[in-house]
């Protein structure tokens, strides 16, 4: 078993910062990437980016590209979002996510389906 916690969440103006923390406990090596989804009042979580464990690659929806950064520190075991440019539409509740599954295509791990462990969410707010 995987244990995530986020943290990080608030309230921020538009085109203002943060960044959320995920960290992870119990059996992480046996996973391969780690995700964030998000979740709006009233609809459906949403991918936002992952993170491939083994070579640090990187893959983010078309929404939050070039705003939205995904780090790991693997000596802490800690997944990073940073978020820049931050939109009212960011507004949601933000998932941590991890996958003790191997797939190998460029755009693997963007789907809900694809993650084994979640975390309990982190609120985001931005207003305008």
């Not at 820049?84 to 190998?104: E, F, H, K, Q, W």
Request: net charge positive; proline share 1%; hydrophobic share 35%.
């Amino acid at each position: 078993q995987v244990q995530l916690v986020e943290s990080g969440g608030g309230l921020v103006q538009a085109g203002g910062s943060l960044r959320l923390s995920c960290a992870a406990s119990g059996r992480t090596l046996d996973t391969y990437a780690m995700g964030w989804f998000r979740q709006a009042l009233g609809k459906e979580r949403e991918f936002v980016g992952r993170i491939r464990l083994s070579t640090g690659n990187t893959f983010y929806a078309s929404s939050v590209k070039g705003r939205f950064t995904i780090s790991r520190d693997n000596v802490k075991n800690i997944m990073y979002l940073q978020m820049n440019s931050l939109r009212p539409g960011d507004t949601a509740v933000y998932y941590c996510a991890a996958s003790a599954r191997i797939y190998m295509s460029s755009n693997a791990y963007a789907l809900r389906g694809h993650y084994d462990y979640w975390g309990q969410g982190t609120q985001v707010a931005v207003s305008s």
